[in-house]
């Protein structure tokens, strides 16, 4: 396993069997923020030191958020150059973990790390938006290579969570979650990757009271938008066809050419009604979820409202419609 690292000098402690069981050292983060610097150097290739050292840090600091947010960066950087997938897997499992911690753990009162840089000076480190982006451009890209390749890791395997990954005060990183999701998904019901995106979001939805309301709303997006495509057609004239058709002419969003017979219409809209109706089935209790309100509605929930009644009304046409 090769890693583009720079030398990490400083680490002056052994990492054994037993290390999960030390107390967590009072310069952790600077032990660890000292290796992402070395990296960013650029000079040291072996990344078995690296992801040593974040798995200790996982481990043995469970309660330094900032800790487990440089631990979440470190593996992201050993991630993306392990091409075993067992060992692939494991790093995936272990960055999620990092990045759950620090997600439950966060609490802006307890101000930044001051830490210290190679050059002398001395930075206030946070790293929330370092973790959050090791989730959305490392862990999860690289966790559904792994599930296509069929070795699922932890987080789309499909089972609920003992405890919700994600903080119950916050629901920032969990809405950067389901926006990827929604963006890389959305008009692919038919492939593998919308499968994925469907286990994740029902792991999550059974695995967190606290943002179920939110989860909700993300499964009836999933489904529900599917459903907006693929019934909705477009029936249009323009003079530019007037030798086809009279002009008239049909639109699917799905569909690159245009459609000019009635009969050809028909049998595309008769396939994609079939592939409508499963996803309405599925997007209804969510949505009939979401219309049990709360007592006190929040800015939020007027927005994800307005959106779930206009899926609403194409979920009912559809399981409506012979």
């Given at each position: 396993?090769?890693?583009?690292?720079?030398?990490?000098?400083?680490?002056?402690?052994?990492?054994?069997?037993?290390?999960?069981?030390?107390p967590?050292?009072?310069?952790?983060?600077?032990?660890?923020?000292?290796?992402?610097?070395?990296?960013?150097?650029g000079?040291?290739?072996?990344?078995?030191?690296?992801?040593?050292?974040?798995?200790?840090?996982?481990?043995?600091?469970?309660?330094?958020?900032?800790?487990q947010?440089?631990a979440?960066?470190?593996?992201?950087a050993?991630?993306?150059?392990?091409?075993?997938?067992?060992k692939?897997?494991?790093?995936?499992?272990?960055?999620?973990?990092?990045?759950?911690?620090?997600?439950?753990?966060?609490?802006?009162?307890i101000?930044?790390?001051?830490l210290?840089?190679?050059?002398?000076?001395?930075?206030?480190?946070?790293?929330?938006?370092?973790?959050?982006?090791?989730?959305?451009?490392?862990?999860?890209?690289?966790?559904?290579?792994?599930?296509?390749?069929?070795?699922?890791?932890?987080?789309?395997?499909?089972?609920?969570?003992?405890g919700?990954?994600?903080?119950?005060?916050?629901?920032?990183?969990?809405?950067?979650?389901?926006?990827?999701?929604?963006?890389?998904?959305?008009?692919?019901?038919?492939?593998?990757?919308?499968?994925?995106?469907?286990?994740?979001l029902?792991?999550?939805?059974?695995?967190c009271?606290?943002?179920?309301?939110?989860?909700?709303?993300?499964?009836?997006r999933?489904?529900?938008?599917?459903?907006?495509?693929?019934?909705?057609?477009?029936?249009?004239?323009?003079?530019?066809?007037?030798?086809?058709?009279?002009?008239?002419?049909?639109?699917?969003?799905?569909?690159?050419?245009?459609?000019?017979?009635?009969?050809?219409?028909?049998?595309?809209?008769?396939?994609f009604?079939?592939?409508?109706?499963p996803?309405?089935?599925?997007?209804?209790?969510?949505?009939?979820?979401?219309?049990?309100?709360?007592?006190?509605?929040?800015?939020?929930?007027?927005?994800?409202?307005?959106?779930?009644?206009?899926?609403?009304?194409?979920?009912?046409?559809?399981?409506?419609?012979?």
């Amino acid at each position: 396993m090769r890693l583009a690292l720079a030398a990490f000098s400083l680490l002056a402690f052994s990492i054994t069997a037993h290390a999960e069981a030390e107390p967590c050292p009072e310069d952790a983060e600077q032990r660890l923020y000292e290796m992402v610097e070395s990296i960013g150097r650029g000079a040291q290739s072996d990344a078995a030191p690296v992801a040593a050292l974040a798995e200790w840090a996982v481990a043995t600091c469970q309660a330094r958020t900032h800790v487990q947010a440089l631990a979440a960066t470190l593996l992201g950087a050993v991630i993306q150059a392990t091409p075993d997938r067992q060992k692939l897997a494991h790093y995936v499992d272990l960055a999620e973990r990092a990045i759950s911690l620090n997600d439950s753990s966060w609490n802006p009162r307890i101000g930044p790390a001051v830490l210290k840089k190679s050059d002398g000076s001395s930075i206030d480190y946070f790293g929330y938006s370092q973790a959050t982006g090791v989730l959305i451009d490392r862990v999860l890209p690289y966790g559904v290579a792994l599930a296509e390749a069929g070795m699922p890791p932890r987080l789309l395997s499909g089972e609920p969570y003992s405890g919700c990954p994600y903080a119950a005060h916050s629901a920032s990183r969990l809405a950067d979650e389901a926006r990827l999701w929604d963006k890389n998904v959305f008009m692919k019901s038919d492939q593998p990757l919308f499968v994925l995106a469907e286990t994740r979001l029902q792991m999550l939805q059974a695995s967190c009271p606290s943002h179920r309301r939110d989860l909700n709303f993300y499964l009836a997006r999933l489904y529900g938008q599917e459903v907006e495509v693929l019934t909705g057609w477009g029936h249009h004239y323009s003079e530019d066809f007037q030798m086809r058709n009279g002009g008239w002419y049909w639109r699917h969003e799905m569909l690159r050419d245009l459609i000019f017979e009635e009969d050809e219409m028909l049998a595309r809209k008769a396939e994609f009604d079939a592939r409508a109706r499963p996803l309405a089935e599925k997007a209804k209790p969510y949505l009939d979820a979401l219309y049990k309100l709360p007592e006190t509605l929040a800015a939020k929930d007027h927005e994800q409202l307005e959106q779930a009644n206009r899926w609403k009304k194409t979920v009912d046409a559809s399981l409506a419609a012979d």
